[in-house]
């Protein structure tokens, strides 16, 4: 039998007003904090609802706001002269994944030094203990308050790096289905599909094992049975808790079993034609569905069985692949989530950055997980068949 792991953050915390639970938590891992957030979190008054439950515990707090966009190395950069100036000894994010994803390569760069992409592909390995790091995301989907993952955009030559190292792993996640709440629509589509990526994509990834599985299935039928309802009415508690906890459970599945094919496509979609990750994903999930289905039909028909029980627990392996399929296309039709050329992607453009999609795309890692292992050639064969995808059924 062969040996796995589990990695996750020491303490969870989650359900509705969590967020409580954020000063009595600082004050055990030091006296100053920066609070990473971006200018929605200050404009909804959840940066200063941070700094308030701090103060209350005796942490006092300093605050970059500058993660307004997909993260990028100039956000850490920034971040890391705020947390310097401020004598900083604790890092919280508040925010979705550009909030959290600045504030975990800082952690990192706070104590081991360099340049973040120094740390791509191993180049440079984090020896020293990262600043304790407390994540408190506001989308359900991401599940990067779980993960020892960070992605952030290389400004020099345009690329999404994808690193992971045990020093990512936050301390502490405080997942508060309330803060979900004020998620545009746009958000919400884009975040919970992005974690219905994970789900499936971790549970037939080549280094997935049971105990990562566990969390995969769970997360599927969760978001699979909520996200529509979370997209069509925001104030719907149960709904929004759900796709938290489904957006956490993910999170920790991927973390340990790796992301696929979808990820490592879609990451130079999201650098070079500045596509919300969770759209990009979401522009190759039912191609790729299609492209894996004869190696993975049987997984696949788990998972869509597991989920959806009613919908397909009497179709064969081929019937209920194929509602899967359709039902990521219905999702995708119903939160208008466009194909690339419907999202304004020149197609002389896109044509013209194949080539560096590809080899950025399997410089990620991420497509060697797939079950199906594609040739660059069938890489940029499904980039191209993406392009302009018919999500109709």
């Not at 919280?92 to 973040?116: E, H, P, Q, R």
């Not at 069985?305 to 359709?326: G, M, N």
């Not at 079950?371 to 068949?385: C, M, N, Q």
Request: with cysteine.
């Amino acid at each position: 039998m062969s040996i796995h792991k589990i990695e996750m953050p020491p303490e969870i915390y989650y359900g509705a007003n969590a967020l409580e639970k954020v000063g009595e938590v600082a004050q055990r891992l030091g006296s100053r904090a920066l609070i990473v957030g971006d200018q929605v979190m200050e404009e909804l008054g959840n940066v200063q609802k941070v700094a308030d439950l701090l103060a209350t515990s005796g942490v006092e707090s300093a605050s970059y706001l500058g993660a307004n966009t997909e993260p990028t190395d100039t956000f850490v950069d920034e971040a890391l002269s705020v947390y310097q100036e401020n004598n900083c000894d604790v890092i919280i994010s508040i925010g979705g994944g550009s909030c959290i994803d600045t504030a975990k390569a800082l952690a990192v760069v706070a104590t081991n030094g360099g340049y973040i992409g120094d740390y791509f592909g191993n180049k440079k390995v984090a020896d020293k203990p990262s600043v304790p790091l407390i994540i408190i995301p506001t989308t359900a989907g991401t599940g990067s308050e779980v993960t020892n993952v960070t992605v952030i955009t290389n400004t020099h030559n345009n690329v999404k790096m994808m690193i992971k190292h045990y020093a990512f792993l936050p301390r502490v996640a405080i997942v508060d289905p309330v803060l979900t709440m004020t998620s545009p629509g746009h958000v919400t589509a884009a975040a919970g599909l992005d974690a219905l990526c994970h789900a499936i994509e971790s549970y037939v990834s080549r280094i997935a094992h049971p105990m990562t599985q566990i969390f995969s299935l769970d997360a599927a039928k969760l978001i699979l049975n909520n996200i529509q309802q979370a997209y069509d009415d925001p104030n719907n508690t149960e709904a929004r808790t759900n796709m938290a906890i489904g957006a956490l459970q993910a999170g920790v599945a991927f973390s340990n079993a790796s992301v696929t094919l979808i990820h490592g496509m879609s990451r130079p979609v999201g650098a070079i034609f500045h596509v919300p990750h969770g759209i990009s994903n979401t522009m190759l999930l039912p191609a790729y569905l299609e492209f894996i289905r004869d190696v993975a039909e049987e997984d696949l028909a788990y998972l869509t069985r597991y989920a959806l029980p009613e919908e397909t627990q009497d179709k064969s392996d081929k019937e209920a692949v194929d509602f899967l399929i359709q039902k990521t296309k219905e999702l995708s039709n119903h939160m208008d989530v466009p194909n690339m050329k419907e999202w304004g992607i020149d197609q002389t453009e896109f044509e013209a950055n194949i080539d560096k999609m590809t080899s950025d795309a399997i410089e990620s890692g991420s497509p060697a997980y797939t079950p199906r292992i594609p040739t660059a050639d069938e890489i940029k064969e499904l980039y191209r068949y993406c392009y302009d995808y018919d999500f109709s059924v």
